[in-house]
């Protein structure tokens, strides 16, 4: 590595350097091919002006942080949607994650390496591999969860370098949350030339895929093979990405990770809905109009909305980004026609959300069935029996985890599978993390829960303090060539990996086990799932 750092730079090469001069590929200082400043900086031209990043400690990944894809969202520009970002003079230092967008502690899972929360927030980061000239790598866009209420890119479970390593780019972008990404109101809808409101935190991250299609050549990626992948509200976001015309055209594959706007937990609601809800929120505060609205201190406003427990800003159905629900899009086969692969894990929901705070027993479950489901509850109960104490905490967790993220994801995956054109694949992901110790002294999980998915794709294990297990290391290796070898080449099978069956009828829709011994095994659910999706629930 010395003679990176120890080479002469001819005096004529270091003048077109700082004159701002490229080659064709986007690359000041040959940064594609390899070549990089004294210091190990990294320079790239995009279209809005020149960027100096870093490398990894091996040299082999060029990163680049907080770089702005769009103009900051303040202002006359808050609840709008994102606006081109300004050209820059010079060369922008792009070392250090952006502010994340405006949100409270929701998570205490969550934990940041940014500067703080900050309305002008719209930046992206990028984790490129060392390239040639010329050679082109395909691209993974992560979109991170949080319930539209939380999240940033800057979460050390989300670095991208380790992934990059396996011969992909990886984008993470931020987007607008919560008041400040879904609020709509009548008189936003009013001025937009395209009669709807909210989804700003959608739009964000399709003007993220607009930047990825038009600047990431420069980096060595394929702008014309681009995955997107991403977790809870991610992986919603990615379901929606693939239904709106925004973003279906800059996505040529897809990756979901436990949620899709197909079921009961979170869906998009009409505008005229949100409109009025929104709206009585605005009339609480005092405000009598946008403008007014405008002028709020962000803080005031998240503070605002956050103390109403009942109140919460989220996606709509605006006419614009979503021209009708995802499940109809899907269902007329006008959603991106890409492979799919999406699962969740084990563990999504806990038994005990189904008894609130009533006894568990079999009396109590059984009434709890019957009010699911009124006159479908005896064929409920043969699919999801409670013969015994722990059958029926199996079932009533596999019932929890249905609810609040599986049956959405089966949804989205078989609606794909029949209208999309492509391949789709499925998996559960059914490896809890250590956290505890049996009586023979040997770490031991517990549960396989929302989110535990996230250090085993990315490779960031060691981001958390837990005491992982060799197989944990082997898994999260494992994870992690499926995803690029499925964004390389449509397909998560490779050299050196499992079989990995697509999810088809002809194979008996088979589910990829992602656990200590990864295997494929025929769905074991699909009875339940085929009768939830029939189900129709006591009488109204």
């Not at 995956?413 to 250590?434: K, N, Q």
């Not at 929302?450 to 794709?457: L, N, P, R, T, Y």
């Not at 697509?502 to 589910?511: A, L, R």
């Amino acid at each position: 590595m010395d003679w990176l750092v120890k080479r002469t730079v001819p005096c004529w090469w270091l003048l077109l350097l700082v004159a701002g001069v490229v080659n064709a590929g986007g690359a000041v200082a040959n940064g594609r091919d390899g070549s990089r400043g004294s210091s190990g900086e990294e320079q790239v031209r995009v279209e809005s002006g020149i960027l100096e990043g870093k490398t990894s400690s091996d040299g082999k990944v060029r990163i680049f942080l907080g770089i702005p894809f769009a103009a900051p969202p303040v202002g006359d520009l808050r609840w709008k949607e994102p606006q081109p970002v300004a050209k820059w003079d010079g060369v922008r230092q792009s070392k250090k994650f952006g502010p994340r967008c405006m949100q409270g502690g929701i998570y205490a899972d969550m934990v940041f390496r940014d500067a703080g929360p900050g309305e002008d927030c719209l930046y992206l980061n990028v984790w490129a591999p060392r390239t040639k000239a010329g050679e082109k790598l395909p691209v993974m866009v992560w979109i991170y969860g949080g319930g539209f209420q939380a999240g940033s890119t800057s979460e050390p479970r989300q670095d991208g370098e380790h992934l990059a390593h396996k011969g992909v780019v990886i984008v993470s972008m931020n987007y607008r949350l919560g008041i400040f990404g879904f609020f709509s109101h009548p008189d936003l809808t009013a001025e937009s030339p395209h009669h709807a409101s909210g989804n700003y935190g959608l739009m964000d991250q399709a003007a993220a895929l607009k930047w990825v299609h038009e600047n990431i050549a420069a980096f060595g990626g394929d702008p014309e093979k681009v995955t997107i992948f991403g977790e809870s509200a991610g992986s919603f976001s990615v379901s929606a990405q693939m239904a709106s015309p925004m973003a279906k055209n800059f996505v040529h594959g897809a990756i979901g990770e436990s949620g899709a706007f197909f079921g009961k937990t979170l869906k998009a609601k009409p505008l005229e809905e949100s409109q009025r809800r929104d709206a009585v929120f605005a009339e609480e505060l005092g405000m009598k109009s946008i403008e007014q609205m405008r002028g709020v201190d962000a803080r005031r406003l998240l503070d605002a909305a956050t103390k109403r427990n009942s109140y919460r800003a989220e996606p709509n159905i605006d006419g614009y980004f979503l021209s009708a629900t995802a499940l109809y899009i899907f269902a007329k086969g006008e959603q991106a026609h890409v492979p799919l692969m999406a699962g969740w894990n084990r563990d999504e929901g806990n038994y005990h959300s189904i008894f609130g705070s009533e006894e568990e027993s079999k009396g109590s479950y059984t009434a709890k069935i019957r009010q699911k489901f009124g006159d479908e509850a005896e064929e409920a109960l043969k699919l999801f029996p409670a013969d015994s104490g722990q059958q029926m905490r199996n079932s009533a967790g596999l019932l929890a985890t249905a609810d609040f993220t599986a049956f959405g994801t089966w949804k989205w995956l078989e609606t794909h599978r029949v209208t999309g054109g492509a391949a789709v694949f499925r998996f559960e992901f059914d490896d809890a993390p250590p956290g505890g110790e049996a009586n023979d002294g040997t770490v031991v999980g517990v549960f396989a829960y929302h989110s535990a998915e996230i250090e085993f794709v990315f490779g960031t294990l060691d981001s958390k303090k837990l005491p992982w297990r060799a197989e944990d290391y082997k898994l999260s290796e494992l994870m992690g060539t499926y995803w690029t070898n499925f964004a390389k080449n449509g397909d998560p099978n490779g050299a050196g990996v499992a079989a990995w069956p697509k999810y088809e009828e002809q194979s008996g829709f088979q589910v990829m086990q992602l656990m200590a011994n990864p295997h494929a095994e025929s769905d074991k659910q699909r009875a339940q799932f085929e009768f939830l999706n029939r189900a129709k629930g006591p009488a109204k």
